[in-house]
Nanobody, 129 residues
Framework: QSQPRESGGGLVQPGGSLSLSCATSGNNLRRYAVGWFRQAPGKEREGVACITPGGITTVYADSVKGRFTISRDNAKNTVYLQMNSLGPGDTAVYYC??????????????????????WGQGTQVTVSS
């Protein structure tokens, strides 16, 4: 699995929205679950959302439920994270990561036992007025 690449970060005012994208150079991202994680300065990395290969199942952290939406377009080999109602607490570097197991029926927000071995370099999201 080729390394994923994130895009779409930036500076946004509180209450605003951003959409992040995660893509790989290969065309088999569609076979894998993908997770979005974030790490704020001085804090541990946390799982934000994940989606199974077919997009049937999604999981969200409580902190983003109702505000963030993960989706995927397998024809474009891309996974998205739509972030609405952003607040300063959402400021972090956001990473996408690809599951190690193809065609998984579930996904997780925890990188236990190297569940997500392939990570992007991250994209900065800053929420500030």
């Amino acid at each position: 699995q080729s390394q994923p690449r994130e895009s779409g970060g930036g500076l946004v005012q509180p209450g605003g929205s951003l959409s992040l994208s995660c893509a790989t150079s290969g065309n088999n991202l569609r076979r894998y679950a993908v997770g979005w994680f974030r790490q704020a300065p001085g804090k541990e990395r946390e799982g934000v959302a994940c989606i199974t290969p077919g997009g049937i199942t999604t999981v969200y952290a409580d902190s983003v439920k109702g505000r963030f939406t993960i989706s995927r377009d397998n024809a474009k080999n891309t996974v998205y994270l739509q972030m609405n109602s952003l607040g300063p607490g959402d400021t972090a570097v956001y990473y996408c990561a690809v599951d190690r197991t193809p065609v998984a029926s579930t996904c997780t927000l925890v990188n236990d036992n190297g569940r997500y071995p392939s990570w992007g370099q991250g994209t900065q999201v800053t929420v500030s007025s």
